[in-house]
């Protein structure tokens, strides 16, 4: 029998491997039917295009899900791990409850990611890269429906994709978004629904024109307090003296990001603080660093965040500019930086979060947590 993990293939130039789609071996698939109630046992699909009635809710009525994880090649390729498979099991089904879809059973999701990463081994980038082989499970209503109900039929899915980081590893400037809600306050904020994503496209592509990497979301009442980036979590960290602290939102309109727990528990390892509570935009000149943490981004630097003041950006700091010297003012705009435009390294307290969390995914780090599930 051939030894496990094969060695990666050599049709992928690894030290350019990027953040796009790269066909594989295959995916996973199982369905559910109302008539049975259950899921099938997960099949190997070679053919990357699937068969789905045009008139699915999938395709309509937005009824879809999806999550993002990552499996990486531990050192001399002794073996393949999964990073946190059982909290997107858990985040998958808090989404389907959102839009209807029963729950994948965890030890379904379970099973169905590793045997994608399994049948697709010699695609998980070489150990050395850094890199990861991307996982995109996803659940959808897939029979065909006319009326607004729950369908009969749900497909869950998971493909796979070689990539490195979503925003690279240099420091990236956030815009704030005030011309647009992601979530409404009573909405699905907290699901990972491609509704909560598609809709923010036309400005996140927009800001990336105007030099913005990345796009920040307040609370759509108020716009008063930081609900997440476009793409990840928000994390501000405070230095006062010897000590840190981590905080995050508790918004209920916010995505639970893994990568952003996985990097509070590494801070409390540490003896760092971590609050979860509502961080008021008033407070972003207080943070020595803020950084964006997701799957596909890891963790992100950012240089700085500018908002530009309009009638629904009601909060402006101009008033306390001399009392915050990272805060700038200027046409209309106000940006507070974190990492200057001389500075082309991230800030310290992200370089050692991010080295600590990539050790324990790459296996260069004892896994103290029990993160790892090995394929
Ligand atoms: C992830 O980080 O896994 C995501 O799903 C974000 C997506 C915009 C790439």
Same mark, same amino acid.
């Given at each position: 029998?051939?030894?496990?993990?094969?060695?990666?293939?050599?049709?992928?130039?690894?030290?350019?491997?990027?953040?796009?789609?790269?066909?594989?071996?295959?995916?996973?698939?199982?369905?559910?039917?109302?008539?049975?109630?259950?899921?099938?046992?997960?099949?190997?699909?070679?053919?990357?295009?699937?068969?789905?009635?045009?008139?699915?809710?999938?395709?309509?009525?937005?009824?879809?899900?999806?999550?993002?994880?990552?499996?990486?090649?531990?050192?001399?390729?002794?073996?393949?791990?999964?990073?946190?498979?059982?909290?997107?099991?858990?985040?998958?089904?808090?989404?389907?409850?959102?839009?209807?879809?029963?729950?994948?059973?965890?030890?379904?999701?379970?099973?169905?990611?590793?045997?994608?990463?399994?049948?697709?081994?010699?695609?998980?980038?070489?150990?050395?890269?850094?890199?990861?082989?991307?996982?995109?499970?996803?659940?959808?209503?897939?029979?065909?429906?006319?009326?607004?109900?729950?369908?009969?039929?749900?497909?869950?899915?998971?493909?796979?994709?070689?990539?490195?980081?979503?925003?690279?590893?240099?420091?990236?400037?956030?815009?704030?978004?005030?011309?647009?809600?992601?979530?409404? =306050? !009573?909405? +699905?904020?907290?699901?990972?629904? /491609?509704?909560?994503? &598609?809709? $923010?496209?036309?400005? @996140?592509?927009?800001? #990336?024109?105007?030099?913005?990497?990345?796009?920040?979301?307040?609370?759509?009442?108020?716009?008063?307090?930081?609900?997440?980036?476009?793409?990840?979590?928000?994390?501000?960290?405070?230095?006062?003296?010897?000590?840190?602290?981590?905080?995050?939102?508790?918004?209920?309109?916010?995505?639970?990001?893994?990568?952003?727990?996985?990097?509070?528990?590494?801070?409390?390892?540490?003896?760092?603080?971590?609050?979860?509570?509502?961080?008021?935009?008033?407070?972003? =000149? !207080?943070? +020595?660093?803020?950084?964006?943490? /997701?799957?596909?981004? &890891?963790? $992100?630097?950012?240089? @700085?965040?500018?908002? #530009?003041?309009?009638?629904?950006?009601?909060?402006?700091?101009?008033?306390?500019?001399?009392?915050?010297?990272?805060?700038?003012?200027?046409?209309?705009?106000?940006?507070?930086?974190?990492?200057?435009?001389?500075?082309?390294?991230?800030?310290?307290?992200?370089?050692?979060?991010?080295?600590?969390?990539?050790?324990?995914?790459?296996?260069?780090?004892?896994?103290?947590?029990?993160?790892?599930?090995?394929?």
């Amino acid at each position: 029998m051939a030894s496990f993990p094969p060695p990666v293939v050599n049709t992928i130039d690894w030290s350019n491997i990027g953040f796009k789609i790269r066909e594989v071996n295959g995916h996973i698939e199982s369905h559910y039917s109302h008539k049975t109630g259950k899921w099938t046992d997960p099949v190997f699909v070679t053919d990357p295009y699937i068969r789905l009635h045009g008139m699915a809710p999938a395709l309509n009525y937005g009824q879809q899900a999806y999550e993002g994880l990552k499996a990486f090649r531990t050192p001399g390729d002794k073996s393949i791990t999964i990073f946190r498979p059982d909290r997107n099991a858990k985040r998958l089904q808090h989404s389907a409850e959102f839009i209807s879809i029963p729950p994948v059973p965890e030890q379904l999701f379970l099973d169905s990611v590793k045997a994608a990463v399994a049948l697709n081994a010699e695609f998980v980038p070489p150990h050395e890269t850094g890199a990861a082989l991307y996982i995109r499970p996803q659940v959808y209503g897939s029979s065909a429906q006319l009326g607004l109900s729950p369908p009969e039929e749900y497909t869950f899915a998971v493909y796979v994709v070689p990539t490195g980081v979503y925003h690279g590893s240099h420091p990236v400037k956030a815009l704030i978004l005030d011309e647009f809600d992601r979530a409404a =306050p !009573n909405g +699905t904020g907290s699901a990972k629904v /491609g509704g909560n994503y &598609a809709p $923010v496209l036309r400005w @996140s592509e927009k800001a #990336r024109q105007e030099g913005y990497g990345i796009t920040l979301h307040l609370d759509s009442k108020a716009h008063e307090e930081v609900d997440e980036f476009s793409t990840s979590g928000f994390i501000g960290a405070i230095v006062e003296g010897d000590s840190v602290t981590l905080v995050v939102p508790d918004s209920k309109n916010a995505i639970k990001s893994v990568t952003s727990e996985s990097i509070q528990d590494i801070g409390r390892s540490w003896g760092w603080k971590v609050e979860q509570r509502s961080i008021k935009y008033s407070e972003l =000149p !207080n943070f +020595t660093e803020v950084m964006a943490a /997701g799957t596909a981004a &890891a963790l $992100v630097p950012i240089r @700085s965040i500018t908002r #530009r003041m309009g009638p629904s950006s009601p909060q402006s700091l101009a008033a306390t500019v001399n009392q915050h010297p990272r805060l700038s003012t200027s046409n209309g705009e106000e940006t507070v930086t974190y990492i200057p435009e001389s500075q082309e390294d991230a800030g310290s307290l992200c370089v050692r979060l991010l080295t600590q969390l990539k050790g324990i995914q790459l296996g260069k780090v004892q896994d103290q947590f029990g993160w790892c599930f090995k394929v």
